[in-house]
């Protein structure tokens, strides 16, 4: 079964970290660039960070930079999102996406509603004490 599959979500208190992790089953990742989104409630879909497969470039959203790391394994099939000093405006749903065609990270990140050929099922990140 083609799946990606999110997981590493939950509840933290502000100023701390999750890792998430973004797995695919039934096909290479790295034949994919690979991005992050996000939904809050309320708020449109919002692109944290995309990593390239062909020169492994990176984009972060300004609202994440210098917070965020985003970094694929490939031997795992697995992309991760690092993210530190958690603040309750992270509070969303977060989404992995698999794009095979992309101009840049950046493109891909921002054009959130452009085409991706895979999307995970998301997992929640809560901030908050």
């Known amino acids: 079964q083609v799946q990606l599959v999110e997981s590493g979500g939950g509840l933290v208190q502000p100023g701390g970290s999750l890792r998430l992790s973004c797995t695919a089953s039934?096909?290479?990742?790295?034949?994919?660039?690979i991005g992050w989104f996000r939904r809050a409630p309320g708020k449109e879909r919002e692109g944290v960070s995309c990593i390239s497969n062909r020169d492994s470039s990176t984009y972060y959203a300004d609202s994440v930079k210098g917070r965020f790391t985003i970094s694929r394994d490939n031997a795992e099939n697995t992309v991760y999102l690092q993210m530190n000093s958690l603040k309750p405006e992270d509070t969303a749903v977060y989404y992995c996406?698999?794009?095979?065609?992309?101009?840049?990270?950046?493109?891909?990140?921002?054009?959130?509603?452009?085409?991706?050929?895979?999307w995970g099922q998301g997992t929640q990140v809560t901030v908050s004490s």
């Open positions: 039934g096909f290479t990742l790295n034949d994919y660039a």
């Open positions: 996406a698999a794009q095979a065609a992309f101009h840049t990270v950046q493109n891909m990140c921002v054009m959130t509603y452009s085409f991706k050929n895979y």
